[in-house]
């Protein structure tokens, strides 16, 4: 089971590699609004903060970051 | 006198450098944010011994981001946290053959006080950033160093992300003569995480992550009546978040997945996805829900089992029993040139019948919370 | 077969490098953002050709500086064009409603004029000589960089004279 899920991820990882368009810099416009931006502010380490402490998982924030001090 | 469980972690992503990160930002930016959080009592039934209270902490967050020159910026964050609540010591089966809880009694307010500093050094195409992050309260201890690069590709259509980071823990558990407590331990994380961030086209973002980390030192619950773990552990996790967005809609779509798996036998799943709609040309309203899945670790029990020798691991910790939550969450946000403000609204429930693998019996810990959020952000 | 094989990577490099130092500028027509008339670039003055967006944040450094740049030098020989690649018009108009803009101000939502001075990213003006040739091209903008087009506006003012 989880080598079939790791192996799928790869896949759409790589599907996604091959579906990629050349954006012009002009026509970034889109991509610079706030709202398709990949982590919003202090939101992450807020949330990061309260379930990393609340569950058994950590990490997933696509950052380092020092470790997490919940036992 | 008890302690409650604090938020010990320190902000794992204080200093997330967005994807991108690697140009100088052009403006100063301060943030602000107040949060509230409450968890719901314990049903009466489910309790024991002790209070039926469970946490409620404020949390008052500070960031500060500034260029510094030609090629560097600064980053300041601070938190600030008070707690108060009762936390299960243990839960062991109750008359009626269900698992019940013996709580903490209620507790005087804790505080916790995070400070991290990052600088970063910005090239054409590269920045690298050493972070360095201290957190204190009463009993609790913790340092971490981290250093971190991203380099942009293809102009700048990729971009690669790499960090290591190293900490350092130190728990002294209040009243631990009294309790028959340890009464000083450490603890050494140390991770690694790569990331890669790609546009897809002029409408979307994907962006993959994976980090690894290792645990080694004390990992028990100093707190509970019987709390055995590993002094190891190993955990890694995957991730993945899209971001698109919708021309006719003005809106745009936030997926994000998280797989996670360590050597105590815990694997999760985590989604969330945001709907993040546009009102005219300052309002943002973003309703959002979270769905988590885990399954239980190899030495949990659904109730202490004093006999046993205390070297055997063993751990009534809900936090590791097999169980599902959902969190059902709304934000709105007002933006101008200089300033945006926002409000948000969580709600968090879980169950063992949400999980995919979930635990024989439902732990009686397993909580609920309500959570609200103000915040303010200012450019100059 | 090699031959022909060169022949493409130098109109290749030539395409790629359509608006460097030293080349004509592309000649070009657009409407101004309010629509009430067009403008077709021309040669006599000294020109700074400015290409921004209202989600450019190193755009929003430049502005002021920019419009320092027209209101010092005055009209009579020198020239501020602004072109704003805007997919959406009516963010350049929010944005320039802070500014007092003495400059014209033309439209590219389609981003042609942008492909034709093959922009290695946003912002990047050219300062354009009398005669229609690219004199310095400038990539991104960080306070202090007016230093250097000032000196080269001058420069090209001052052999004119």
């Not at chain 2, 063993?314 to 599902?324: A, K």
């Not at chain 3, 309010?34 to 450094?61: E, H, M, N, Q």
Request: glycine share 6%.
């Amino acid at each position: 089971m989880k080598v079939k899920l790791v192996t799928s991820l790869c896949v759409v990882c790589l599907l996604s590699l091959a579906a990629c368009e050349t954006v012009q810099p002009w026509e970034r416009g889109t991509l610079a609004k706030p709202e398709m931006q990949l982590s919003e502010g202090l939101d992450s380490p807020l949330y990061h903060q309260v379930y990393d402490s609340k569950e058994a998982s950590s990490g997933g924030s696509g950052a380092a970051g020092a470790g997490c001090g919940c036992n | 006198m008890a302690k409650p469980n604090p938020f010990l972690a320190l902000s794992t992503a204080a200093m997330a450098l967005p994807a991108f990160a690697a140009p100088q930002p052009v403006e100063t930016i301060v943030a602000i944010k107040a949060t509230t959080y409450q968890e719901e009592d314990v049903p009466q039934r489910d309790v024991l011994a002790g209070s039926d209270e469970r946490y409620k902490i404020d949390i008052a967050q500070f960031r500060l981001l500034t260029p510094v020159g030609e090629k560097w910026s600064l980053g300041v964050d601070v938190a600030y946290e008070t707690m108060s609540g009762a936390s299960p010591w243990g839960t062991i089966m109750g008359a009626d053959g269900e698992a019940s809880l013996i709580m903490s009694g209620a507790t005087i307010r804790d505080k916790r006080t995070e400070v991290s500093l990052t600088a970063t050094h910005h090239g054409e195409s590269r920045s690298i950033s050493v972070d360095l992050a201290s957190s204190d309260e009463d009993d609790y201890e913790a340092r971490a160093v981290s250093i971190s690069g991203e380099w942009e590709m293809n102009n700048k259509l990729s971009t690669l992300s790499l960090g290591v980071s190293y900490s350092s823990d130190d728990i002294e558990p209040t009243d631990a003569l009294r309790f028959g407590r340890v009464q000083r331990e450490e603890k050494i994380s140390r991770s690694l995480s790569a990331g890669w961030a790609q546009v897809l086209n002029k409408n979307s973002v994907v962006h993959v992550g994976l980090d690894v980390t290792d645990h080694d030192g004390y990992l028990s619950d100093p707190y509970k009546l019987r709390d055995v773990r590993p002094d190891e552990k190993l955990e890694w996790a995957l991730s993945l978040k899209y971001r698109r967005y919708f021309d006719n809609q003005n809106a745009a779509l936030h997926l994000d997945y998280r797989y996670y798996n360590d050597d105590w036998g815990i694997n999760s799943h985590t989604f969330h996805t945001g709907w993040h709609q546009n009102f005219g040309d300052n309002v943002r309203v973003v309703p959002n829900v979270r769905y988590y899945s885990q399954n239980e670790a190899d030495f949990y029990r659904g109730t202490d089992d004093f006999g046993l020798a205390t070297t055997i691991n063993q751990s009534s910790d809900f936090r590791l029993s097999g169980y599902g939550a959902y969190t059902l969450g709304v934000k709105l946000i007002y933006s101008a040139l200089q300033w945006d403000v926002s409000l948000s609204i969580d709600r968090y429930i879980s169950d063992k019948s949400y999980g995919h693998d979930a635990s024989d019996q439902s732990h009686p810990a397993l909580l609920s919370f309500n959570m609200t959020s103000f915040g303010l952000n200012f450019r100059f | 077969m090699r031959t022909i094989v060169v022949l493409i990577m130098l109109l290749i490099s030539a395409l790629s490098h359509a608006a460097a130092e030293g080349d004509t500028a592309p000649p070009f027509t657009l409407p101004n953002l309010d629509k009430s008339a067009t403008y077709s670039l021309a040669t006599g003055k000294v020109i700074y050709l400015d290409f921004w967006a209202s989600w450019c944040a190193p755009c929003r450094v430049s502005f002021p500086e920019v419009i320092a740049l027209q209101n010092d030098l005055g009209s009579d020989r020198f020239e501020v064009i602004a072109v704003t690649v805007d997919e959406n018009p009516a963010a350049a108009r929010r944005f320039l409603r802070h500014y007092d803009v003495p400059y014209q101000i033309l439209s590219d939502p389609d981003g042609v004029v942008a492909e034709q001075y093959a922009l290695p990213g946003m912002p990047t003006s050219f300062v354009i000589d009398q005669e229609g040739s690219v004199s310095l091209r400038h990539s991104g903008f960080k306070s202090g960089d007016m230093t250097s087009i000032r000196r080269r506006i001058h420069q090209l003012l001052e052999t004119a004279l």
